[in-house]
């Protein structure tokens, strides 16, 4: 789960990492006060999950409180579109506006996990500011990597070694050790999977502090992580996301127009990218979720319903723990209440699917079946394109 | 001989007092697994259907000779039951258990490299050696006993893999399905290395997916070690970027964990990769041919 930018802020905050003093706001007329708090000189920042909003102008540096106004009357309210959120763009419901800090240097700072090791890993660069990931590619020796050995932990030692790596020294090396701990310290409290500092900067005034910040808890820590679960921006999902996590299904929307129900993750994958093979768009990606009951299967079937884009359905099933003549009456019981119209093709494989096909065969629905993947996936794109 | 599991294997269910652990736990015996025991803290002396229950998997071990668990502890408490089964000398864990915190996964892993316990999963629909034993959430029915090693980071592919494999006449030496978690405790290059060891494995399938780059790492492995033919499939060639697709571990970020990468990785290893994912069987067989072919030639 992601945070925004102001919520990892305050997360800092209350570590002992320095941050700009600041002002979440909501309105026009909140962000002009903000603004002349800050003597009318600041940055006004949208408040979106997903970065590049600085080449979008979605983090703008204003000089009095006019120009942060006519900042806001630009941003709020509307999706803000940039290299990471996709076409349609991520609405602005807050902005952050910000004293301007005089910058002498700007690093890079950040825990995450290495996959390949199985621990977390400390990365720092005296190259802030910048794409962390070009950086390790065109110059890998400004970028070091640390990796922890969780039974001896993130040590004073280490961070000192990372802090002659970024080339301070005297109080700074100090301050750098201690924001380092600290950056551990909030990352393990809170079962985050990243925290990143970029730029971390040193100030003119000859101090470390955070100029962005960025956040991401690990969603299957939300059980143990209260506070920061209801945190969540529900805004910064699509509609039908949020509510097919409510039932616990994985749905992503995507661009296309076919609606696609399956169960288990990978082979949910799999028949998206079987339907790209026989040239169809898929408009979702669902996995219902190998225990799924008939509630669960009923809701999904009414999301791939609700969402306007989708003209016909692909259910591919494979039935182990789900049976085929569960998933079947499910459809049937969803295709009735909701009154769809729209083609369906089913494909099951399992446990009990010969029973399932009688199912769906003997309830006067719109559905075809199919024995296999293959031809399951080429019956709906040829149903929907268009009559030669 | 197959890898792993085998008839001899002796299974304490960790949690067989919840309702997918009893269910589990009798279908496996169903199967013809020796379930010997169940561990669920403060219910020893119950038993579920005639298996004994206790409070540690130290009993377990010590009064039913239990040598591999089958977990089906709830995320809060899965990682401490795999520490448990790893102290009280359980030989091979296998966690189903889905949505364990990645910071009690770390840990878990760090702990486990000075233990000879094995690990697999955790978000694993666990093993098969089909006609001997099945350990997990497996549908038996799909399986036949056979010259084929599988090994996968899904369930349901998996199952579609096997249906596959086994409609063409290809059975299966033991499946492995080794978890979609981005840490798990059993990796690709751990499960090719015991087929490559195994007489009763011929060739091995590979089922892949976005995130990580495990498959690099094994497409570089298969290259220097592999004396079997391998063939595989990569699910996920139509995933957007960023967007996390079912399993905690399945995330394409910053440009890293692409299926296209995975694929191009394999095929410079030998691996045969099926296009889509309704030609495995297919891939299979062609993987099998050409190194059949191969070896008359030498």
Redesign the interface.
Known sequence: MKLHEYQAKELFHRYGIAVPHSHLVRSIEETGQAADALAGSCIVKAQIHAGGRGKVGGVVRVKTSRQARDAARRLLHRPLVTA?T?PHGLPVNSLLVEEIIPVARELYLSLT?D??S???CLIASAQGGVDI?QTARNTPERVSRLTI???IGLRAYHARGVARFLGLDGPLAKEAVELILALNRCF?DR?A?LVEINPLVVTEEGHLLAMDAKVSI????L??QKEVADWRDETQFDPLEVRAARSDI?Y?K?DGRIGCL????????????????CGGK?AN?L?VG??ADQDKVVEAFRILLEDPAVEGILVNI????MRCDLIAASLIAAAKEVGCSLPIVVRM???RRKEGRQLLEQAELNIVWQD???SAAAAIVRQLSPAP | MAILIDRHSRIVVQGLTGSSGRRHGLLCRDYGSQVVAGVTPGKGGMNIDGIPVFDTVAEAVELCQADVSMIFVPPPAAAEAILEAGDAGIRLAVCITEGIPVQDMVLVNRALGDRSMRLIGPNCPGLITPGQCKVGILPSDIHRPGPIGVVSRSGTLTYEAVQQLSNAGLGQSTCVGIGGDPIIGTSFIDVLAMFNDDADTEGVFLIGEIGGAAEEEAAIWIRQNMRKPVAGYIAGVTAPPGKRMGHAGAIVSGGSGRAADKIAALRNSGVEVAENPALMAEVMQKALRSADIAGHDS
């Open positions: 990471q996709g996990l996959r390949s199985g621990r977390y990931e050995d969780p039974l393990l079962d999977s690990d969603d299957s820590a059980f143990r994985a992503i995507m399956v169960n288990g993750a990978g082979l949910a994958m799999a028949t998206l990218d079987m339907l790209s093979e898929p990606f996995d190998g225990g494979f039935g182990g723990i494989a399992g446990a296999k993947l293959a």
